[in-house]
């Protein structure tokens, strides 16, 4: 039997709301499944805990979560609470502690209705974004002078080291090469005259390795263009940690929204543990209304299952979200429903169950 020690932090807003459905679906995975088991250790931290302690975790947390297979996160972000604390004291630190390095957004349409993008269906819309997820523009570096002062002035620098930018990109190499998919990196080499220079660079070099790997290299913001205006030249996308954010959420709007949105920060040698999360955010104006689209969290799932290597669990549960958005009587208000949370989260592992 294969057990799974899994980290929970439930986080803010909607966070545990929806981590509750996504554990539904591991206990039905782990009922159904008799090779297969998981157990749930839950952290209590996020902003009320900063609020009450001072601080987003606990001192030792780093050192607590190591031992598990698995972070599986709800939501950061709270009112009262600066963004960069919460980003920067929790999500951000645990990327970097346990070298995470590889950020997994699919960009993905389920349902040809929830499209923006007029004429395109799921064939169309069907890409993965690698995103590197421990330095760049996101490594902290920089400084602030003359604070308050006429002539202040702020520095922030973005961190591309050779290890940082092969790595990542030796990584959409291997994937693109595994799936028998074309790889496009994106890029700003003609503004940013060191990094993305750099960054070009070492993507033709790493592609001598790869003669079999069709490669495109776009700007970002002609590839912000044309995942609009023709999404279906993209199947595996690797980019920058700043970049990797932003287009992810553009890709979350032609495919649905953020509410099925979903990322992996991954150390793909498992020498830490990895982490699963959606990525719709906290949501704070709806928190404790029991609307919250779970879908997203239960994809986490999904990914969380192909990174133990079930993969067969993995599509298993995106096939049941699939035909959970084809069911349109039963979603939650976002997607023009009105089902509750948990009402959604049980169609789903009855769906699941059903699905053999």
């Not at 839950?42 to 050192?63: A, R, T």
Request: glycine share 10%; aromatic share 10%; proline share 5%.
């Amino acid at each position: 039997m294969k057990h799974f020690n899994i980290a929970l932090i439930p986080g803010d807003g909607i966070g545990p709301e929806v981590v509750a459905e996504g554990v539904k679906v591991l206990q039905t995975i782990e009922e159904m499944d008799p090779e297969i088991s998981f157990s749930f250790t839950e952290f209590p931290w996020g902003c009320e805990y900063y609020l009450e302690h001072g601080k987003m975790m606990d001192d030792d947390g780093i050192e607590k979560l190591k031992k598990f297979d698995a972070i599986y996160l709800g939501a950061v972000g709270y009112p009262g609470v600066p963004d960069h604390i919460s980003l920067w004291d929790l999500l951000l630190r645990i990327r970097k502690e346990f070298d995470q390095y590889v950020n997994l957004r699919p960009v993905t349409l389920l349902n040809q209705s929830l499209t923006p993008l007029k004429s395109k269906t799921e064939k169309d819309i069907d890409f993965l974004v690698i995103r590197e997820n421990s330095e760049g523009e996101y490594a902290g570096a920089g400084d602030w002078l003359f604070k308050g002062k006429p002539e202040e002035v702020v520095l922030q620098t973005g961190v591309f080291s050779r290890k940082g930018t092969e790595r990542i990109i030796r990584y959409a190499y291997e994937e693109a090469r595994r799936s028998n998919k074309t790889l496009t990196s994106i890029s700003k080499g003609n503004a940013l005259n060191y990094s993305m220079v750099f960054w070009d660079e070492i993507f033709e070099e790493v592609g001598k390795e790869y003669p079999d790997v069709a490669t495109y290299s776009y700007l970002v913001d002609a590839a912000s263009l044309y995942f609009v205006t023709d999404p279906e030249r993209f199947e595996v996308v690797v980019t920058s940690n700043l970049f990797g954010d932003i287009i992810t959420d553009l890709g979350a709007g032609i495919t649905g929204g953020l509410g099925l949105a979903t990322g992996a920060n991954v150390n793909p040698e498992k020498k830490y543990p990895s982490m699963f999360e959606p990525v719709h955010g906290s949501a704070p104006d709806i928190a404790g209304e029991g609307i919250a689209n779970p879908i997203a969290a239960i994809w986490s799932v999904s990914q969380m299952m192909d990174f133990f290597g079930e993969e067969q669990w993995g599509k298993r549960v995106l096939d049941v979200a699939k035909d959970m958005l084809a069911e349109t009587e039963l979603l939650t208000p976002d997607l023009g429903g009105d089902a509750s949370t948990g009402e959604v989260g049980d169609r789903f592992v009855k769906r699941l169950r059903e699905k053999i």
